[in-house]
């Protein structure tokens, strides 16, 4: 069902706690701080004028000339998904506008997969919307992936076991076992996002990505199929270019629960 990505799946720190010796690294930090302070030789007291005339001169260069004040750099600018006239979900908006607002998307893509409205968004990392289009999703209603079910055989993986996992995830592109270019999701479930396929004709993929209602696009083993032209112009070239963060929102719980969302101040109706 799979094969293995480019590059190793990598899951963000803040996902599986703080990496090995990060915490030691700050820990010498501070003390070697702190032992500075306490350690250093004691000095006399220091007279006013004398005090002043140091003061005088930490403000002034070897030359005498003012010395330069350490450039201040600008504040982060604070971001938000750009949907326009596109419709979209509560839990989508939310999600997108948390997702850049408070950096999570770590300055990659954002993608953000709407289960219950079998639909995609796909952000820029400025929050420009580069496209939407519907897509196809695992049959099985669910937003868990059965352990082990991404080594099965296709035709072993039972219809319950055909979620599409919720989660946040971090795209990479890859291969599938047919040698076709996929950007994977969650690569130990063998989940990813491709071209829809429309091999089975009893299936009626193309039919149902083309229909006006989400209650038909539940047909996958747990992959998201989307239309051709919107996977190779606008969410492929994006992962290959900035990379993506996915957000694949729950369809058993609110999306802020899973994710830790809040709405962003733009979001946020005037009290009455």
Not at 111 to 136: E, I, N, S
Not at 216 to 242: A, H, M, Q, W
């Amino acid at each position: 069902m799979k094969n293995p990505p480019q590059s190793p799946k990598r899951v963000d720190a803040w996902r599986t706690g703080l990496w090995p010796g990060a915490g030691v690294l700050a820990v010498v930090v501070v003390l070697g701080l702190g032992f500075g302070a306490v350690w250093s030789p004691a000095q006399p007291p220091m007279s006013a004028p004398e005090a002043q005339r140091q003061v005088g001169q930490a403000a002034t260069s070897p030359g005498g000339s003012p010395a330069a004040s350490p450039v201040q750099q600008p504040p982060p600018v604070p971001r938000q998904a750009q949907f326009g006239e596109e419709p979209a979900s509560r839990d989508a908006r939310q999600t997108a506008n948390w997702a850049l607002y408070s950096g999570d998307n770590q300055s990659r893509g954002v993608v953000v997969v709407d289960k219950k409205d079998a639909k995609v968004f796909v952000f820029d990392r400025d929050g420009a919307l580069q496209g939407a289009a519907p897509a196809l999703m695992g049959s099985a209603i669910g937003d868990h992936s059965v352990p082990g079910v991404g080594d099965k055989p296709v035709a072993q993986v039972l219809p319950e076991e055909r979620t599409t996992p919720a989660g946040r995830f971090i795209a990479e592109v890859g291969l599938n076992a047919n040698g076709e270019d996929v950007v994977w999701v969650h690569y130990e479930a063998a989940v990813s996002m491709h071209r829809v396929r429309a091999n089975v004709k009893s299936e009626r993929r193309l039919e149902r990505l083309a229909s006006s209602t989400a209650a038909d696009n539940r047909i996958s083993f747990g992959c998201i199929n989307l239309p051709v032209t919107f996977y190779e112009k606008v969410l492929s070239p994006l992962v290959r270019g900035t990379g993506a963060v996915v957000y694949v929102l729950p369809e058993t719980q609110p999306a802020a629960a899973l994710f830790g969302a809040y709405d962003v101040p733009s979001m946020v109706k005037p009290a009455r």
